[in-house]
């Protein structure tokens, strides 16, 4: 069974910088793509950064050049750096993993929730001025 657990949540002020982890378990092999999400309260839950199989990689246009994901196979981890933080980077965020079928290119992933299996329970990220 896939399990996944953020951590590196807290609390930061503007400008200032936070990482965050993910640990993953359970994987038969490292054939997953990968992708942190956030939701702030009163919105939808938005795909921040996603990671492939082969390191490519996809950011959200409000996160681009600031965040940083990326993966330590070997360590099963996914991390996300995240740098320049800004008042509207609040909210729960939380790391999710799809297995790659068949089919899915090994550059494929994807920054829509409806893509993902596995998440985790979510660690918290709080920037304030």
């Known amino acids: 069974q896939v399990q996944l657990m953020e951590s590196g949540g807290g609390s930061e002020q503007v400008g200032r910088s936070l990482r965050l982890s993910c640990v993953a378990s359970?994987?038969?092999?490292?054939?997953?793509?990968m992708a942190w999400f956030r939701q702030a309260p009163g919105k939808e839950r938005e795909g921040v950064a996603c990671?492939?199989?082969?390191?490519?990689?996809k950011y959200a246009d409000p996160v681009k050049g600031r965040f940083t994901i990326f993966q330590d196979s070997a360590e099963r981890t996914l991390y996300l750096q995240m740098d320049s933080l800004k008042l509207e980077d609040t909210g729960m965020y939380y790391c999710?993993?799809?297995?790659?079928?068949?089919?899915?290119?090994?550059?494929?992933?994807?920054?829509?929730?409806?893509?993902?299996?596995?998440w985790g329970q979510g660690t918290q990220v709080t920037v304030s001025a």
């Open positions: 999710a993993a799809q297995r790659r079928s068949l089919y899915t290119s090994a550059w494929h992933c994807s920054r829509s929730s409806s893509d993902y299996t596995f």
């Open positions: 359970g994987f038969t092999d490292g054939d997953y793509y």
């Open positions: 990671i492939a199989r082969d390191d490519t990689t």
